[in-house]
């Protein structure tokens, strides 16, 4: 099922958590809203779930105009950050909630529910702790149950906010292969709310990526992470370098002295140039764009991350890069650096 | 010496380290453990008070609470059974003593049930939604127990007296609430009223609204969800404001006394026809009638103790990880 969200706004006071937000969401698509807290992300979600209402706006369900209906009418599976399992039932009993409480009319008979409930415990790998109560789970378990109950409804749309926040690091991973290998199986159009870069990239086929209310970008994860639009987004998702430039007539400079870096059309003005760690290239002195020394190194896995300050320039400018090991380097060497890809944004303030 | 090694406890945990920890206490143990060096000394504990204090202040609480409560209790139903078992039992037969006994368990029904359904409704609103002079209705809850209860029993003269606003009006249409049961649970509603919704409110929230809302969302209707999640949640501590909300509903003197007449047979509940016997030297049936509110009284805090045990259960949120 599609949705389809219009100039939603949406203020608590003079914060405005959603100012104008536009979203289409494709059948069948697994889709991250990605931002940092207080994004609007979460606020997001809960309009389409009809949790919250926005002041003014439209919200589209399969075409359907969702705000002229409630919660309990739009047929929205909704997983809780920290599950909201019910305590004083079974597991079996929580998935089977969404099924008992349905208009008489069109209540399944109890073997049904029971059927249901089993195929749908089973969906989840946890048929055997039916009986058990949302206590005696773990904080995987716990919301493995948790989309199971959504699930029970046949939701025509699904919606994560922050499923896996509460869980530790290990279980996250486990959990974040199994929602994607779930996804597939099942296709039912899902939007998941996230503050990690990674497990947004790692899990949706698109992520829309807010802040301060807004979408700054929406695309593939290879998208938003190598053709990030704005300045925000280049921040905020992968680890990048940030140096103050100036920018005049094509040429870049950075503290007066001129890099050997084209403008790439960014307009002139103080501007921001943004390099991924890993996308400076490493040379001898005296044969690249910036110079500093190495003050410090340390050798994980295949790449070495350095701490560099850097020569010239007003004060004194650290920043840290990823490099290969082919080439060891070592604390006090002057090396040079530069840029492979890197993006131009005018600075904002 | 002697005074020194007396707060030493022998089987303290420590003793392994005894010897490097003891010296850095005091340079009268350091000399010990030269002097003796078989006798472990243990350092002493800083955390609590030294016994004797501990002794003095126990003592006190105990000794307090023998003759402020224990010691009267025991007057009730030894008074009570002075002249014997079957003077006892004659006194709470007789038609006065059943009247009164009848009229209070027909006024703590009517006001614990009245006050069940207020309550949960004042607590669901205040601890559920955000609306304007939430403040001031949490606060105008909490007014019966700020006023004395003469006073809260005065008010409602003024308003149903003969001289009272509505007075003529209620005559005129031999509508009788003072000086008869209306009156009196009117007036033990009032002075009962905060009992459930405050012991609702915390609890209430603590438990959020989070899993109101996930029953939303799975299609529940607003009685679904309450009957379903919200009062499965809440029983434990529903129980025990009921409980209290009954003891001082039987137990209620002062607002009563003021608007129930006093007529022998009709409006007396058991603590005014307490007071009444006593005045006439009736002892034996004054204390038996006590004695039953006595009982209710030790039955209620039993109660109570197993309600506040599976309270903090419900509190706790059991499936939460915070």
């Known amino acids: 099922m599609t949705i389809e969200v219009k100039n939603i706004v949406k203020k608590f006071g003079a914060f405005a958590a959603l100012d104008n937000v536009d979203l289409k969401v494709g059948k069948g698509e697994l889709l991250a809203l990605l931002g940092p807290s207080g994004s609007g992300k979460t606020t997001l979600l809960r309009i389409i779930a009809g949790l919250d209402w926005p002041d003014t706006g439209e919200v589209r369900i399969d075409g359907e105009d969702a705000l002229g209906h409630g919660a309990s009418e739009r047929h929205v599976g909704f997983v809780f950050q920290h599950y909201a399992l019910f305590r004083h039932m079974t597991v079996f009993e929580n998935v089977a909630f969404g099924l008992r409480v349905q208009p008489r009319a069109v209540r399944k008979d109890e073997a049904t529910i029971r059927a249901r409930v089993k195929e749908l415990l089973d969906l989840v790998q946890l048929d055997w702790l039916a009986n058990r109560y949302p206590s005696q789970l773990s904080g995987g378990q716990r919301q493995r149950i948790a989309l199971a109950r959504a699930l029970a409804i046949e939701p025509r749309i699904l919606l994560l906010d922050e499923p896996f926040g509460a869980l530790d690091a290990k279980v996250r991973k486990e959990l974040r292969q199994w929602l994607r290998s779930l996804h597939s199986e099942i296709h039912v159009t899902s939007i998941f709310v996230t503050h990690d870069q990674e497990e947004a990239l790692e899990v949706a086929n698109r992520v829309v990526v807010m802040d301060k209310g807004r979408i700054e970008q929406i695309g593939t994860p290879g998208d938003v992470y190598d053709n990030p639009a704005t300045a925000f987004v280049h921040g905020f998702i992968g680890e990048s370098i940030v140096l103050p430039v100036e920018v005049s007539g094509g040429s870049v400079r950075l503290g007066g002295r001129p890099l050997n870096i084209t403008a790439d059309g960014a307009a002139s003005g103080a501007s921001k140039l943004f390099v991924r760690r890993h996308d400076m290239q490493i040379g001898p002195a005296g044969t690249g764009s910036l110079e500093g020394a190495v003050r410090h190194v340390r050798s994980f896995g295949p790449i070495q991350r350095a701490e560099i300050a850097l020569t010239g320039g007003e004060g004194k400018t650290v920043i840290e890069i990823d490099a290969p090991r082919d080439r060891e380097l070592q604390a006090g060497e002057i090396i040079s650096l530069q840029p492979r890809r890197y993006r131009i944004f005018a600075a904002q303030d | ?322």
């Open chain 2, 1 to 322: 010496m002697s005074t020194q090694t007396s707060f030493v406890t022998p089987e303290a945990p420590l003793k392994a380290y005894a010897s490097t920890a003891g010296a850095a206490i005091s340079s009268l143990s350091r000399r010990e453990a030269r002097e003796r060096p078989r006798a472990i000394a243990s350092p002493k504990d800083f955390r609590t008070e030294p016994g004797p204090v501990r002794f003095v202040i126990v003592a006190l609480a105990v000794s307090f609470l023998t003759i402020f409560v224990v010691l009267p209790l025991v007057v009730v139903f030894a008074s009570a059974l002075s002249k014997g078992i079957s003077a006892y039992f004659a006194a709470l037969a007789e038609p006065e003593a059943l009247s009164a006994i009848r009229l209070t368990l027909l006024v703590a029904a009517i006001s614990v049930g009245l006050n069940l359904l207020f309550g949960v409704i004042a607590a669901w609103a205040i601890a559920k939604f955000d609306f304007p002079g939430k403040t001031f209705l949490v606060t105008l809850i909490d007014l019966p127990f700020s006023v004395s209860p003469v006073i809260s029993g005065l008010v409602f003269v003024l308003l149903f007296g003969a001289q009272g606003y509505w007075g003529t009006w209620l005559q005129a249409h031999n509508i009788h609430i003072l000086f008869a049961v209306p009156g009196i649970a009117l007036a033990t509603i009032f002075v009962t009223f905060p009992f459930v919704a405050r012991s609702l409110i915390p609890l209430m929230q603590e438990q959020g609204t989070l899993e109101e809302e996930a029953a939303i969302s799975l299609g529940a209707s607003g009685l679904q969800t309450f009957f379903r999640v919200t009062l499965p949640n809440i029983k434990w501590g529903l129980l025990y404001g009921v409980l209290l909300c009954n003891a001082r509903a039987m137990g209620e003197f002062g607002a009563v006394s003021v608007v129930s007449g006093h007529i022998r047979g009709e409006t007396n509940t058991m603590p005014l026809l307490v007071e009444i016997l006593y005045n006439e030297y009736q002892f034996v049936a004054s204390f038996a009638i006590a004695s039953l509110l006595a009982m209710l009284a030790l039955i209620t805090l039993v109660v109570k103790t197993v309600l506040e045990q599976r309270l903090d259960e419900e509190l706790i949120p059991r499936d939460d990880p915070r």
